[in-house]
């Protein structure tokens, strides 16, 4: 995940729409756990479905991934696309089916 320090925490949200990709509804399977600078590893279980899966460092634990008025990332974050920006949630979308499956997603940081 590329996680540049130790403070907060790292949030992955397995996401079943647009609405809990984008932050405006909170996605059913979460996991925070502390932060640590490095690769991190996070493991979650989850029904077979489509998701789409957001990572974010909040490094202040206030349990939001904070953006600016405009909606602009202020902590780093990364999605199943491994876009730059926030995708759709149909071109992030993953599928699983009945085995374990490994993301990556590197964290990135907005900048303008």
């Known amino acids: 995940m590329g996680v540049k320090n130790n403070k907060g925490n790292i949030v992955v949200g397995v996401c079943e729409n647009e609405k809990q990709l984008l932050g405006k509804q909170m996605p059913k399977y979460y996991k925070a ?22 990572a974010c460092h909040d490094e202040n634990k206030n349990n939001k991934f904070d953006t600016n008025f405009l909606g602009i990332p202020k902590e780093d974050y990364g999605f199943s696309s491994n876009d730059g920006f926030i995708p759709k ?3 992030a979308k993953i599928v699983l089916s009945g085995t374990a499956k490994t993301v990556n997603i590197q964290l990135k940081t907005f900048k303008n």
């Open 33 to 54: 756990m502390p932060s640590k600078k490095g690769n991190v590893k996070i493991s979650l279980e989850v029904p077979n479905g489509t998701y789409a899966i957001v």
């Open 89 to 91: 949630f149909d071109k």
